[in-house]
């Protein structure tokens, strides 16, 4: 394994993070950036339409210190839309501090706040390294800062671009002060001299968009309903609908034990009854996995079980016919949901 030394590593590539390694670097340190996800600039993000920059993360500089517009003028130099945005309609918060207050001086950037981070990032490309998943672990290091690694007011944003437009909107930024969900739309276009098209970015209260992000995350693996890379598809959720669909068993046969292991004598009812009962529960939940989820892995987990037990009372005929019954009628409800599936496609 080759190993390269450095005087600190950095982590994450904002616009702290690569301002500081440049720093750093000026001042004839090795540095090593590191960034997790897949492009520069965190929370300065630009989505590119055609010629249309627009920007879904922060959409305008604002400072007060001449030394930062020193540095972002000497990067950027005509790339600099001073004085946007100029139109602000509503009276909302932007970001704090005051963004718009007199003597703070404000500016976007033609091509999108993202290309700060690209330039800063190209001053640094030398110690630059995107992570891969493989890359997190234990490490050390000399020396490390640590940037944006706290958690940050997620924020959703919806992008729309109009071809053509049916008019201009009279703002740059409007800031819908009574609105609960919505915090701001801006109106890209104007960022872009060409400006044939209209770009608007809405963006929501990032306490709503908590409220949703943190439903979604609650959501299910969403086995069967949604499509993920097939790396997942195999590494990840057929164990997981193994793992499930073998818990699934394991509970029934545990609180199948339950009465013999209390010495319960079941309500007088014979074990063969409670035999069907128990089968008839395996059943209805496989048929229910089977009619919503449509997962493969976990009946075949479920119709392991059964041959296995068919199998070691095949001696028993009152313990292997219902349980090859209930193998049977599970296999049919998982062919039936399947069915079903394609019959919908071809209707729709
Ligand atoms: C919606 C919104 C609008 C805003 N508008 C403005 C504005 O108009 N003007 C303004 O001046 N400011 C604005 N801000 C604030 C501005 O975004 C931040 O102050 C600034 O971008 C923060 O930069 P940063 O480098 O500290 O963090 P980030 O930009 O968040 O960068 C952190 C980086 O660290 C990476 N990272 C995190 N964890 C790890 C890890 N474990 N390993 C490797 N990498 C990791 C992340 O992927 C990311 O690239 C806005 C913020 C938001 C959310």
Known sequence: MQTRKVDIVVIGIGIAGLSFARTMQQHGR??????????????????RHADLAM???????HARSPLFWQAVDQLLGADVLSGWPQRVQGNGPTCQPRALDPGVRHA???????TLAKKLA???????????????????????????????????????????PPSQPDWELLLP???????????????NTA???LGLCIQAQPAWSRQRLDSASRLRLGIGRITVPAAENWFVRLPFSIYLGWITVATVA??????????????????????GIVLAAVLVIAALMNFTRRDIAYTAAILWALVGISVKHAAVPAVALPTWITFG????????????????????
């Open 55 to 61: 920007d879904y993360g922060v959409p305008f500089l």
């Open 254 to 275: 545990n609180v199948t034990s339950l009465p013999d292991y209390l010495k319960w004598d079941g309500l007088g009812i014979a074990p063969e009854i409670w035999m």
């Open 329 to 348: 009628l599970v296999a049919l409800t998982l062919a039936a949901a399947f069915f079903l599936r394609r019959t919908e496609k071809t209707v729709r």
């Open 108 to 114: 976007a950037l033609r091509g999108g706040l993202n």
């Open 122 to 164: 190209a001053a640094n490309a030398e110690s630059l390294r995107l992570l891969k998943d493989s890359d997190f672990g234990p490490a050390t290091a000399g020396a490390m800062a640590l940037f944006g690694l706290t958690p940050t007011l997620p924020t959703l944003s919806l992008l729309a671009c109009y071809e053509t």
């Open 30 to 47: 090795e540095v090593l950036i590191l960034e997790r996800s897949r492009a520069v600039g965190g929370r300065c993000a630009t989505w």
């Open 195 to 197: 400006g044939q098209k």
């Open 177 to 191: 002060e009574t609105s609960a969900s919505i915090q701001l739309i801006s109106n890209e276009s104007s960022k």
